[in-house]
């Protein structure tokens, strides 16, 4: 079931639905304004538009890459379980 949770992103009170923990909500929270930070404090920029584009395109990028190396991990973990068989028939 979602419950409502408040969460503070840029100074900025927002209330989010999640059927997650509280300890998880804190923990995407704590993770989206460390990335926000470590975006802003490089730019000398501070328009928060800016800032949440670009820690929006880093996050997708490390996503994809995630993903992209669990899908080489499945295709390894096949081979490897595979191999195993071949071997156990030997």
């Given at each position: 079931m979602k419950k409502s949770h408040a969460v503070i992103v840029l100074g900025?009170?927002?209330?989010?639905?999640?059927?997650?923990?509280?300890?998880?909500?804190?923990?995407?929270?704590?993770?989206?304004?460390?990335?926000l930070q470590e975006i802003g404090s490089a730019l000398k920029s501070g328009d928060a538009q800016l800032v949440l584009s670009l820690a929006l395109l880093n996050t997708v990028e490390e996503l994809l890459e995630l993903r992209s190396q669990r899908e080489m991990d499945a295709v390894v973990d096949s081979r490897i379980d595979s191999l195993i068989a071949t071997l156990d028939t030997v």
């Open positions: 900025r009170e927002l209330s989010v639905r999640s059927s997650a923990p509280e300890s998880k909500v804190r923990a995407v929270e704590t993770f989206v304004n460390s990335k």
